[in-house]
């Protein structure tokens, strides 16, 4: 016997051993049923929910409930129809279930009234008086989608009137696919007075009852472990569940010749979401087509977010990154909507989850957010028409109204991807290319496959219109960030670019013009380069050991060709050197043993060593004398005592330099500093006063065990005076340019640390930020110390880094507040989750209860506390995305060499008596 397949996906199911659970359902409509002041209710739920089945299975059940006589009829494809043709199909229907003559449809077509006036008085006198006609209207709202020449501007006041006639012997079931109040005015007027029923998801146990239905038919055998899967997956979905049972159970006959019934596992039906996938491609769409634009977004961000509970702001979070830049009022409304649908569930507030998985997955792979994105353009219906409406103007070149209406349509919906494109296009015909150019960067940020043409040429045009080449450089960047292989832009930057490196050839300054040529891959101008340093390092090699002749350190010298030659192992050259250094190495060290041992009256050692070195050069020094002298004998060698000592004192003595003292250690303050070079313009140092206080500084969950982590706790802070602002690109450029500032050795004389850092360090560092009102960036722990030490002595106080202490003193005062401003965050008071830094000044409504600025992101700053090996920074920057990480309580760390665009600092002043 040929097995059945009990499963059924994709058609309604009806009937005792198909159809599970409902109960509620049911209940609800034998109560209207039996109410004599009811005579309609509307079933609604998202689309393969099983409310067909429940249709189907009330046409099978109703007349066992009662005299009562159901006609299923389905409105789908219906909704072009004229009324007269509904009608007609209607009564049709009818008559085949009631075995009635079938009326005419020419009598439909001359009297819109022959349904309500003649046909229903024959059915209901073919029912009987205590028979009730039972009308289970399916698909009833594809109905409200109708235009003027359609069925529904007339269908929907008919059923109206037939809902008033007040004929209890006529009841109606509507069943749509959408929440009742999601219809138009128009529609929705019908179910004014209606009950209405949801059709939800399967309970546990109808859906365990559903997945058992093959150990009916005893073709399949479940585990528990197996129904648990089905459940996870598709969550008691009739649909899906069916669905995935289905392919399991082919899956498992494959193979014709089977005698016991498979026993399915876990793994069988993990083994089945793939097949599932495909095979429901279609119901898939279905619902998804069901979706109304925000929703689709919402739901497709979700998924990709995976099988796991997100909040509103991570979904916030992730729809920004993506470009969305505006999170309109529909998409904060949307997961309320998914979770009514039954699609997403709430587990807490505003924390939400997907609630089948399978479908999850089908959207995760169908449906990425990265192609969903254009359903952002119809979220608004005025957004969208006001577009379309600008795009006429613009094919007319009538450029004034088309601006006029494009910027109202981004008004009504900032995320409006076409109306930005043809705005910036507009404004690139216009000339005005700032402008154009601010609207494709947005634009590009939400959809970079869409805007990247019309960017780069924008950018492009700019390049040619800069001012100076630092910002066309800029510019031309930007074009190879947005397209790579951009040859203009390549090819523009590479002229630019070797153009500086050849004045730094001219300058001798080799190194950065190397760089420069590798980094625009020139190989011939590498190779070039390369020789002209291998040419200035011999010469100053030379230099190097002529000098190192004059005092015969020939071991030096022969350590520095050794160095020479691990670098360069080929150069004959050095190699001759080489072998030239090593030998006067000996010859010294013979000869300076030889007069040893001639002093010491040795004089056949004496002679020997002579001897050697005699025979490896002839004129060296007075080896001949010498060993003319040593051969005669001791007698003779008092005679020459003389000569011995005066040949000594030709022999310059290696003279090694002196050992660096080590570095004072503890605390990084100092008593005897030079004098900086005083300034007519006092340095432009706002000070807030910091009275005295007490801070509580959160604990750190740190995994290592490292006791020199700093502690949490409650601390007592004396009184001092702290910068208004971080150090700014303007203040720290004084430092750079003063005669006695960044490159003075006293600056860094503590900590050992600072010592080693700037001995690697030699050259005067580059501002990065060229804005003089941005904070100062890009420098370590070490350069911030320094500006204290110099910035110190201009102002003749004590002026140092803030320890974490003081730095959270500043930024909290006396409360427990987490942002500088408050409690609560507010991202319009601080630079946070941006592009790079801002003014210092930008944000006067996030300052501290002292007046202290941009405590909270712009920049994370240095401070005076050391956590083993690392320095601590407070504050957050522009970089980071989440809240808690610009919260003052936030603690963090950082290697002080290790300098970042995100990390600047600000100073304190310390008074005599709070030293």
Partial sequence: MIPINPYVAGNPVGGADTFFGREDVLKKLLGMLRSPSENAITLFGQRRIGKTSILQELQRQLPTKGAYTPIYFDLQDKASWALNRVLFDLARTISVQLRMTPPKQDVFEQDEDYYRNVFLPEVFKKLGDKNTLILLLDEFDVLDNATENQAALAFFPYVRQLLNMGESKQKFVFVIGRKPEDLSNFALSLFKGVSTQRISLLERNHTEAVVRQSEKNKTLTWSDAAVEGVWQITHGHPYMTQLLCKVVWDTAYEDEEIDTPPIVTAEQVNAAIEEALKEGANAFSWIWDGLPPAERVVISALSELGQRPVNQFELEEMLQASGVRIVMRELELAPNTLVE???????????????????????????????????????????????????????????????????????????????????????????????????????????????????????????????????????????????????????????????????????????????IYTRIGDAEKVAEVRQHQHRQRLESITAEVRQLEKTEDWAQIVQLYETLLKEIPDDEEWQTALKRAQTQTKLRTLYLEALDAAEKAAPNR??????????????????????????????????AAQIYAEEVKLI??????????????????????????????????????????????????????????????????????????????????????????????AWWEVPEDAIKWQKKHQKLMNSIDTDDNLPQTGITWDEAVAYCYWLGQKLDTEIALPTEQQWQRAAQGDDDRAYAWGKIFEKNRCNFNSRSTTPVDQFPYGASPYGVMDMCGNVEEWCDTSWSNYKAIRGGSWMDRRESAVSIKHRNWRSPDNPSPAVGFRVIRLDKKSK
């Fill in 652 to 745: 310059p003595k290696v003279v090694e330099p002196p050992s660096e003292k080590p570095a004072p250690t503890g605390s990084t303050r100092r008593s005897k500093l030079p004098k900086a070079t005083k300034t007519s313009d006092a340095l432009p140092i706002e000070w807030c006063a910091i009275p005295k206080g007490k801070v509580k500084v959160g604990s750190l969950e740190i995994t290592s065990e490292d006791s020199k982590m700093p502690k949490g706790g409650d601390f007592n802070v004396p009184a001092f005076a702290i910068s208004k602002f971080p150090v700014t690109v303007a203040q720290f450029a004084e430092f750079l340019t003063d005669e006695n500032g960044y490159t003075n050795p």
């Fill in 341 to 515: 649908w039954d699609l997403l569930e709430e587990l807490e507030h505003n924390t939400y989850q997907f609630r089948v998985e399978l479908l999850r997955q089908w959207i995760c792979k169908k449906k990425p957010l990265a192609r969903v994105k254009e359903e952002l353009d119809r979220l608004d219906p005025l957004a969208e028409m006001l577009f379309q409406s600008g795009n006429v103007y613009y094919n007319n070149r009538q450029f004034p109204e088309a601006i006029d209406l494009l910027q109202r349509a981004l008004v009504a919906n900032p995320n409006h991807l076409k109306a930005k494109l043809v705005l910036g296009r507009i404004w690139l015909e216009q000339k005005e290319i700032v402008k154009a150019a601010e609207l494709l960067e947005e634009a590009y940020t939400y959809e970079p496959a869409a805007s990247r043409a019309l960017l780069v040429q924008t950018l492009l045009i700019q390049a040619d219109d800069a001012a100076d080449e630092d910002t066309k450089l800029k510019t031309l960047g930007r074009v190879l960030e947005v397209q790579p292989n951009q040859l203009a832009a390549q090819r523009q930057t590479v002229a630019i670019w070797g153009k500086r490196a050849e004045g730094l050839v001219a300058k001798q300054q080799y190194e950065q013009a190397l760089e």
């Fill in 606 to 639: 004496a002679s020997d060593l002579l001897l050697e070195i005699v025979n490896a050069d002839l004129h060296y020094k007075q080896a001949v004398l010498l060993l003319a002298l040593t051969v005669k004998g001791a007698a003779v060698l008092q005679n």
